[in-house]
Protein backbone atom coordinates (compact mmCIF):
# COMPACT_ATOMS: atom_id res chain seq x y z
CA UNK A 1 0.00 0.00 0.00
CA UNK A 2 2.42 2.73 0.68
CA UNK A 3 3.95 2.18 -3.26
CA UNK A 4 0.58 3.12 -4.28
CA UNK A 5 0.01 5.90 -1.95
CA UNK A 6 3.67 7.21 -3.14
CA UNK A 7 2.01 6.98 -6.81
CA UNK A 8 -0.76 9.18 -6.76
CA UNK A 9 1.66 11.35 -4.74
CA UNK A 10 3.38 11.60 -7.52
CA UNK A 11 0.51 11.98 -9.80
CA UNK A 12 -1.21 14.51 -7.67
CA UNK A 13 2.05 16.62 -7.72
CA UNK A 14 2.46 16.12 -11.55
CA UNK A 15 -1.41 17.27 -11.88
CA UNK A 16 -1.03 20.40 -9.57
CA UNK A 17 2.29 21.47 -11.35
CA UNK A 18 0.08 20.80 -14.72
CA UNK A 19 -2.05 22.69 -13.13
CA UNK A 20 -0.22 25.69 -12.33
CA UNK A 21 1.98 25.71 -15.62
CA UNK A 22 -1.07 26.03 -17.53
CA UNK A 23 -2.87 28.74 -15.57
CA UNK A 24 0.41 30.88 -15.70
CA UNK A 25 0.84 30.40 -19.36
CA UNK A 26 -2.99 31.32 -19.93
CA UNK A 27 -2.12 34.33 -17.51
CA UNK A 28 1.28 34.99 -19.56
CA UNK A 29 -0.55 34.87 -23.06
CA UNK A 30 -3.68 36.94 -22.03
CA UNK A 31 -1.53 39.78 -21.01
CA UNK A 32 0.48 39.17 -24.34
CA UNK A 33 -2.81 39.26 -26.34
CA UNK A 34 -3.88 42.87 -24.57
CA UNK A 35 -0.48 44.28 -24.91
CA UNK A 36 -1.21 44.11 -28.61
CA UNK A 37 -4.58 44.91 -28.09
CA UNK A 38 -2.85 47.98 -26.14
CA UNK A 39 -0.85 48.75 -29.38
CA UNK A 40 -3.71 48.26 -32.00
CA UNK A 41 -5.18 51.13 -30.10
CA UNK A 42 -2.40 53.34 -29.90
CA UNK A 43 -2.10 52.97 -33.80
CA UNK A 44 -5.67 53.85 -34.69
CA UNK A 45 -5.44 56.80 -31.55
CA UNK A 46 -2.73 58.10 -33.98
CA UNK A 47 -4.79 57.86 -37.55
CA UNK A 48 -7.50 59.40 -35.37
CA UNK A 49 -5.46 62.28 -34.19
CA UNK A 50 -4.22 62.70 -37.79
CA UNK A 51 -7.62 62.58 -39.46
CA UNK A 52 -8.77 65.33 -36.62
CA UNK A 53 -5.84 67.90 -37.94
CA UNK A 54 -7.07 67.74 -41.47
CA UNK A 55 -10.07 69.34 -41.34
CA UNK A 56 -8.48 72.09 -39.87
CA UNK A 57 -5.49 72.49 -42.57
CA UNK A 58 -8.12 72.28 -45.52
CA UNK A 59 -10.29 75.31 -44.09
CA UNK A 60 -6.70 76.77 -43.94
CA UNK A 61 -5.35 76.00 -47.33
CA UNK A 62 -8.96 76.76 -48.90
CA UNK A 63 -9.01 80.62 -47.48
CA UNK A 64 -5.64 81.04 -50.09
CA UNK A 65 -5.78 78.75 -52.46
CA UNK A 66 -9.69 78.23 -53.05
CA UNK A 67 -9.22 77.08 -56.74
CA UNK A 68 -7.59 73.63 -55.67
CA UNK A 69 -11.16 72.35 -55.33
CA UNK A 70 -10.19 68.64 -56.42
CA UNK A 71 -7.12 68.66 -54.23
CA UNK A 72 -9.41 69.72 -51.05
CA UNK A 73 -12.07 67.57 -52.02
CA UNK A 74 -10.05 64.48 -52.15
CA UNK A 75 -7.95 65.06 -48.90
CA UNK A 76 -11.53 65.23 -47.51
CA UNK A 77 -12.76 62.45 -49.20
CA UNK A 78 -9.57 60.34 -48.45
CA UNK A 79 -9.88 60.79 -44.65
CA UNK A 80 -13.90 60.22 -44.63
CA UNK A 81 -13.23 56.26 -46.53
CA UNK A 82 -10.40 56.00 -43.98
CA UNK A 83 -12.59 56.55 -40.60
CA UNK A 84 -15.33 54.54 -42.03
CA UNK A 85 -12.92 51.40 -41.72
CA UNK A 86 -12.88 49.72 -37.69
CA UNK A 87 -10.72 46.30 -37.70
CA UNK A 88 -10.91 44.10 -34.56
CA UNK A 89 -7.13 43.46 -34.44
CA UNK A 90 -7.69 40.13 -32.49
CA UNK A 91 -9.44 38.93 -35.51
CA UNK A 92 -8.07 40.72 -38.29
CA UNK A 93 -7.35 38.94 -41.77
CA UNK A 94 -4.30 39.84 -44.04
CA UNK A 95 -7.21 41.20 -46.59
CA UNK A 96 -8.76 43.39 -43.81
CA UNK A 97 -5.19 44.94 -42.11
CA UNK A 98 -4.28 45.63 -46.24
CA UNK A 99 -7.32 47.35 -46.88
CA UNK A 100 -6.69 49.61 -43.79
CA UNK A 101 -3.81 50.22 -44.75
CA UNK A 102 -4.89 51.40 -48.17
CA UNK A 103 -7.28 53.55 -47.11
CA UNK A 104 -4.42 55.39 -44.96
CA UNK A 105 -1.81 55.34 -47.46
CA UNK A 106 -4.65 56.79 -49.63
CA UNK A 107 -5.07 60.06 -46.89
CA UNK A 108 -1.16 59.77 -46.99
CA UNK A 109 -0.97 60.52 -50.51
CA UNK A 110 -3.83 63.33 -50.39
CA UNK A 111 -1.90 65.27 -47.97
CA UNK A 112 1.25 64.57 -49.85
CA UNK A 113 -0.76 66.50 -52.59
CA UNK A 114 -1.88 69.07 -50.46
CA UNK A 115 1.03 70.05 -49.44
CA UNK A 116 3.02 70.52 -52.36
CA UNK A 117 0.38 72.89 -53.33
CA UNK A 118 0.73 75.00 -51.27
CA UNK A 119 4.06 75.48 -52.42
CA UNK A 120 2.46 77.90 -54.96
CA UNK A 121 0.85 79.74 -52.21
CA UNK A 122 4.07 81.77 -50.18
CA UNK A 123 1.82 83.91 -48.31
CA UNK A 124 0.08 80.46 -47.24
CA UNK A 125 3.47 79.19 -46.30
CA UNK A 126 3.93 82.12 -43.70
CA UNK A 127 0.79 81.97 -41.99
CA UNK A 128 1.53 80.99 -38.73
CA UNK A 129 -2.13 78.49 -38.44
CA UNK A 130 -1.01 76.42 -41.43
CA UNK A 131 2.83 76.48 -40.16
CA UNK A 132 1.08 75.01 -36.46
CA UNK A 133 -0.82 73.07 -38.50
CA UNK A 134 1.42 71.49 -40.94
CA UNK A 135 3.54 70.56 -37.94
CA UNK A 136 1.43 68.53 -36.23
CA UNK A 137 0.74 66.57 -39.24
CA UNK A 138 4.66 66.23 -39.16
CA UNK A 139 4.59 65.06 -35.29
CA UNK A 140 1.83 62.59 -35.89
CA UNK A 141 3.13 61.22 -39.11
CA UNK A 142 5.86 60.14 -36.74
CA UNK A 143 3.96 58.76 -34.02
CA UNK A 144 2.22 56.70 -36.48
CA UNK A 145 5.44 55.39 -37.79
CA UNK A 146 6.72 54.86 -34.22
CA UNK A 147 2.39 53.30 -33.13
CA UNK A 148 2.74 50.81 -36.23
CA UNK A 149 6.35 49.85 -35.19
CA UNK A 150 5.29 49.44 -31.71
CA UNK A 151 2.35 47.28 -32.97
CA UNK A 152 4.43 45.00 -34.92
CA UNK A 153 7.16 44.13 -32.17
CA UNK A 154 4.08 43.34 -29.62
CA UNK A 155 2.44 41.25 -32.26
CA UNK A 156 5.58 39.77 -32.98
CA UNK A 157 6.44 38.69 -29.18
CA UNK A 158 2.85 37.50 -28.74
CA UNK A 159 2.84 35.08 -32.47
CA UNK A 160 6.43 33.53 -31.47
CA UNK A 161 4.79 32.74 -27.74
CA UNK A 162 1.58 31.20 -29.26
CA UNK A 163 4.13 28.97 -31.99
CA UNK A 164 7.36 27.91 -29.27
CA UNK A 165 6.07 24.69 -27.10
CA UNK A 166 4.64 23.78 -25.18
CA UNK A 167 2.46 26.99 -25.10
CA UNK A 168 1.40 26.21 -28.63
CA UNK A 169 -0.58 23.32 -27.37
CA UNK A 170 -2.14 25.97 -24.78
CA UNK A 171 -2.69 28.57 -27.24
CA UNK A 172 -4.39 26.01 -29.62
CA UNK A 173 -6.49 25.06 -26.96
CA UNK A 174 -7.81 28.06 -25.26
CA UNK A 175 -7.85 29.93 -29.31
CA UNK A 176 -4.96 32.23 -28.97
CA UNK A 177 -4.86 32.99 -32.74
CA UNK A 178 -1.96 34.64 -34.75
CA UNK A 179 -1.91 38.34 -35.34
CA UNK A 180 -0.95 40.79 -38.66
CA UNK A 181 1.45 42.85 -39.12
CA UNK A 182 1.51 45.98 -40.77
CA UNK A 183 3.65 45.83 -43.85
CA UNK A 184 5.35 47.76 -46.46
CA UNK A 185 2.77 49.45 -49.10
CA UNK A 186 3.60 48.14 -52.54
CA UNK A 187 6.02 49.91 -54.16
CA UNK A 188 7.60 51.17 -51.27
CA UNK A 189 11.10 48.89 -51.84
CA UNK A 190 11.66 50.88 -55.05
CA UNK A 191 12.96 54.90 -54.71
CA UNK A 192 10.77 57.27 -56.39
CA UNK A 193 12.25 58.46 -59.71
CA UNK A 194 13.20 62.47 -59.27
CA UNK A 195 13.24 63.93 -63.01
CA UNK A 196 14.61 67.75 -63.55
Not at 104 to 132: H, M, R, S, W
Not at 157 to 174: D, E, M
Amino acid sequence: MKKNNKTWIIVGVVAVALLLWGISGYNSLVNMDEDVQNKWSNVETQYQRRSDLIPNLVNTVKGYASHEKSTLEAVMQARSQATQIKIDPSNCTPEQLASYQKAQGDVTTALGKLLAITENYPELKANQNFLELQSQLEGTENRITVARKDFNDCAKVYNTAIRKFPKNILAGICGFDKRNYFEAQEGADKAPKVEF
